[in-house]
């Protein structure tokens, strides 16, 4: 559709349920300033090759140019995408534009770290098209910044949110994080309601784990770092979702709030209910029908594969319907949509509903199966209960 090309022809989100079937389009961004102790992410902190990364992604980009249709949403993640000097975000966007076509209105979210956020950079993005923002603000304890890492202040998160707001960005969500050492419900209490005082669009609240190859799984290994216990993290979780739920928050993943139900992040939608994605950049993963695959984890062989000519993917997977099935457990139980047991096949057995519904994990709606808070909490174990 050519109408998607115009300049400026991408306008601000108006919409009123955030879930489409069309495809998403994902560019993975691996730049970071400093690496954060906790994150599993890949990104490196050697900043020379983005102009060359970014040539890269262009030229990847066209790799797929007739494959996926129409995007309705963009997600420029990593990384860093805040990182990037604007003129480059602006290559990137208008480089893209050219090669696909995006429905109009797309939703086009972009991650900040707050120390990059000036509020010329931020309306320049809003020229470029962006209309939702995503700020690793994490928490607004400077003690706990500090602890996470991170390279910017409680102060600059502030800041940040505040030139977001002034610069007209209704669509912004808040990243935080909970279940730090010796974190009280009353601190992390007192995170949230300052996280509402900025009236955010979204939230998205994870709670601490040890990932990976971080540095906070190294300091766990040597019991340097100890993290609170399961039971202490649970009262956390159930604390945040009844105190955002309450303040009119709709909870419609394990993870994540939304104000509305047309603020709920359309692109992320898309991953829990296998509506197909393209993911461009180092480690990046796609998804078409059944076919998962994801590009090389580095970005010195990514660049080699396009200089080569090559499809810088890594590897890939076709889904068996037994995958699928599992994938739709354990999306279905980490959502508010749930579980549609038609759809799985064979379906599961009426006792182990029954049981779920009478322990309170699940409650069900005709066929389908939509998960309690207390379901929530065990959304990784449920799948095998059912499968
Ligand atoms: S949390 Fe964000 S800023 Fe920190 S290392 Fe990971 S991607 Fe980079």
């Known amino acids: ?41 890949y990104s490196v902190t050697e900043t020379d090759r983005i102009e060359e990364w970014l040539q890269a992604l262009l030229i990847e980009s066209r790799y797929y140019r007739h494959d996926f249709g129409t995007f309705d949403s963009l997600y420029l993640g990593g990384g860093t995408p805040s990182l990037l000097h604007p003129r480059q975000i602006e290559k990137l966007i208008t480089g893209l534009r050219d090669v696909f076509t995006f429905d109009d209105p797309a939703e086009v979210t972009m991650e900040l770290n707050p120390d990059d956020v000036t509020r010329e950079n931020l309306a320049f993005y809003r020229s470029l098209g962006v209309n939702r923002v995503s700020l690793g603000v994490q928490s607004f304890v400077e003690e706990e910044v500090r602890f996470l890492g991170r390279r910017h202040t409680s102060r600059q998160g502030v800041s940040a949110i505040e030139a977001i707001r002034e610069t007209g960005f209704d669509e912004f969500s808040i990243d ?3 279940g730090l050492p010796g974190q009280s419900i009353r601190t992390w209490g007192s995170i949230l309601k300052e996280a509402l005082s900025f009236s955010p669009a979204h939230l998205s609240c994870y709670q601490l784990t040890v990932e ?12 340097k770092l100890k993290l609170p216990e399961d039971s202490r993290q649970a009262d956390l979780f159930v604390y945040t979702s009844e105190y955002l739920t309450g303040s009119g928050f709709i909870h419609y993943e394990v993870s994540n709030f939304a104000k509305g139900p047309e603020t709920l992040s ?23 029908g059944k ?22 993917v890594g590897g890939f997977e076709d889904l068996s319907s037994s995958q699928m099935n599992l994938e739709k ?30 322990s309170g994990f699940v409650t069900c709606h005709d066929q389908n199966i939509i998960p309690t808070l207390k379901g929530y909490l065990f959304a990784d174990k449920l799948p095998l209960m059912v499968s």
């Open 291 to 312: 076919k998962r695959w994801w590009n090389v984890r580095d970005v010195d062989q990514y660049l080699e594969s396009i200089h080569g000519d090559h499809i810088p």
């Open 329 to 358: 457990l354990l999306f279905g139980f980490r959502t508010m949509w749930g579980i549609d047991v038609r759809q799985i096949i064979p379906p599961p057995a009426r006792e182990t509903i029954r049981g779920l519904c009478d």
């Open 266 to 288: 359309r692109h992320n939608v898309k991953y829990w209910q296998h509506t197909p994605y393209l993911g461009l950049g180092p480690s990046a993963h796609s998804l078409a």
């Open 1 to 41: 559709m050519s109408r998607s090309r115009k300049a400026h022809s991408w306008r601000p989100l108006k919409r009123t349920m955030n879930r489409t079937d069309l495809p998403g389009l994902y560019i993975h961004i691996p730049f970071c300033k400093s690496k954060c102790p906790y994150c599993d992410f």
């Open 212 to 223: 990976g190859d971080t540095l906070f799984s190294r300091m766990a290994k040597e019991e």
């Open 176 to 178: 935080l994080m909970y």
